[in-house]
């Protein structure tokens, strides 16, 4: 039965990383009060409307370790998978109560990707594509750092995207599931190390679903960097494991592909504040999920929107593994991405009352003077 639905494996870690999380999320919670590691309200940047606990990322580890032990068997690189993403979450749980300033938490970011190579999960090779089929181009002494920036890029993009209740979480289970159908389509043979990578795949779904039970707007929890950087390593070392060591070519674009969209974000973030005379490593209210949710878009809508739109860029990169069939599905998500603008946009369609404001549904009501005939827009 397995042999026909090779996904199956990725069903028993699943369920148990979504369980675990969700018992541990309310002991994370009296965790974050007792040490103050909560979220308070502000007008610039945090948008919420009260006191959040932001341990919520001791969950997800907790979750994802819990049945990588119990069905990690599979998986070759199970301890030192589990030492990179254990590290990293005890170092950020550190941020998350003290703060740490921008030049320690870069240095524990970076440190990350140097443990993961250091315990032999790095990047070996680039498959480019060429006439006679993909070549190898082997990297070498360049091993070790292309593993560490590419760890390193990963942590940057999913803590930038936890800013919106239920996005972070949503679209990595998302890049997760794309993982998974990388591997079913490559796997080889019992022995496959993809394999391993379709049991960490289901293990890192499951931490974010049960997550997401709390997280979805109105969030009771926060990720925090804790979180989020567990996250981005999660996602690093699972791509690294699996699609960085086929000889497809651009195999590696496939989590970056999927990644899209925080990653653009990020690199406009760095673009923006340094424009602007800051350092990249400033806070500030421009990412995107903030600007949705300015134009008037709820939490749950925004979450919603980077859900689709990871979801189609995902079977984008799915189309350039070799899921030659899953462009239909990508165009499935279009036409219903479409019709949910549409229905939005007749939904939120502004109107004045008589006392001259601007209203809009989902929108806070700004004044706006009444326009008299003959007035330019």
């Excluded at 195999?251 to 504040?273: E, K, N, S, Y």
């Excluded at 005379?277 to 709820?298: C, F, I, K, Q, V």
Aim: aromatic share 6%; with cysteine.
């Amino acid at each position: 039965m397995i042999g026909s639905t090779p996904w199956l494996p990725a069903l028993p870690p699943f369920l148990l990383a979504s369980a675990v999380t969700m018992v541990l999320i309310p002991a994370t919670i009296l965790v974050a009060r007792r040490v103050g590691a909560v979220a308070e309200p502000d007008a610039a940047r945090h948008i919420h409307r009260a006191p959040t606990p932001r341990l919520g990322g001791l969950a997800l580890f907790g979750g994802f370790t819990v049945a990588l032990l119990v069905f990690g068997g599979p998986v070759p690189d199970r301890w030192q998978v589990i030492t990179v993403t254990g590290a990293i979450t005890a170092a950020m749980l550190v941020d998350d109560i003290l703060d740490l300033p921008w030049n320690a938490k870069l240095a524990i970011e970076l440190g990350a990707g140097a443990l993961a190579a250091a315990l032999g999960i790095t990047i070996n090779f680039f498959a480019v594509p060429g006439g006679h089929g993909p070549s190898l181009v082997q990297l070498g002494w360049l091993a070790a750092p292309i593993t560490a920036v590419f760890v390193l890029g990963m942590e940057v993009s999913i803590n930038f995207l936890d800013g919106s209740d239920g996005v972070a979480a949503g679209v990595v289970a998302i890049v997760a599931t794309v993982l998974l159908l990388a591997a079913v389509n490559r796997i080889q043979g019992p022995g496959d190390v993809q394999n391993g990578v379709i049991v960490m795949s289901g293990a890192l779904m499951g931490c974010c679903c049960g997550f997401l039970v709390f997280n979805l707007p109105p969030a009771r929890v926060f990720m925090g960097d804790t979180g989020s950087h567990f996250l981005g390593v999660a996602l690093a070392v699972i791509s690294v494991l699996g699609v960085a060591k086929i000889a497809v070519a651009l195999a590696l674009f496939v989590p970056l592909i999927a990644l899209g969209l925080p990653i653009g974000d990020t690199a406009f973030a760095i673009v923006r504040r340094r424009r602007a005379g800051r350092s990249p490593t400033e806070p500030d209210a421009g990412h995107l999920h903030h600007r949705m949710l300015a134009t008037g878009m709820s939490p749950l809508e925004t979450a919603l929107t980077f859900y689709l739109t990871t979801a189609i860029l995902g079977c984008v990169a799915l189309f350039v593994f070799g899921h030659r069939k899953i462009l239909d599905v990508a165009l499935g998500l279009l036409v219903v991405a479409l019709v949910a603008l549409l229905w939005r946009s007749r939904r939120r369609r502004p109107h004045r009352d008589p006392e001259g404001f601007l209203s809009v549904r989902g929108h806070r009501q700004v004044p706006a003077p009444v326009r008299r005939r003959g007035d330019r827009d």
